[in-house]
């Protein structure tokens, strides 16, 4: 994958991510709130002052998340972001961070 390809994914994820918790916070009880800065995103859950932080990494080609449960890095294959470690996809994985910390299920 290209530079260039890497970037437009990664943006392509951040983003969704970003719309898919604004929809979340309008239509349910989470209470969150994204803020972005360049390619970090910060998910801070009021409720309880906690964070998610989500970046790329464009020199690994990586996505990584920090959360409460730990360090993770996903990496593009196919058209899918899978963790390097076990294989689990970024989304799902994302999804099962954000309801845990956030006390609200919430599928990305």
């Known amino acids: 994958m290209t530079e260039s390809e890497f970037l437009a994914a990664a943006e392509s994820a951040l ?6 918790l604004e929809q979340a916070a309008d239509n349910s009880d989470l209470d969150v709130e994204c803020k972005r800065s360049g390619n970090v995103l910060e998910i801070e859950f009021i409720d309880n ?14 996505l990584w998340i920090a959360a409460k449960s730990g360090g993770f890095h996903y990496k593009r294959k196919d058209e899918s ?3 390097t470690r076990d294989g689990s996809e970024f ?3 994302l999804s099962m961070m954000i309801s845990a910390q956030g006390g609200v299920p919430i599928v990305l």
Do not use: Y
Request: aromatic share 8%.
């Open 49 to 62: 002052g906690s964070k998610i932080i989500v970046n790329s990494q464009a020199p690994m080609q990586e």
């Open 81 to 83: 972001w899978v963790n």
């Open 91 to 93: 989304f799902a994985a």
């Open 15 to 20: 983003g969704k991510i970003e719309m898919a």
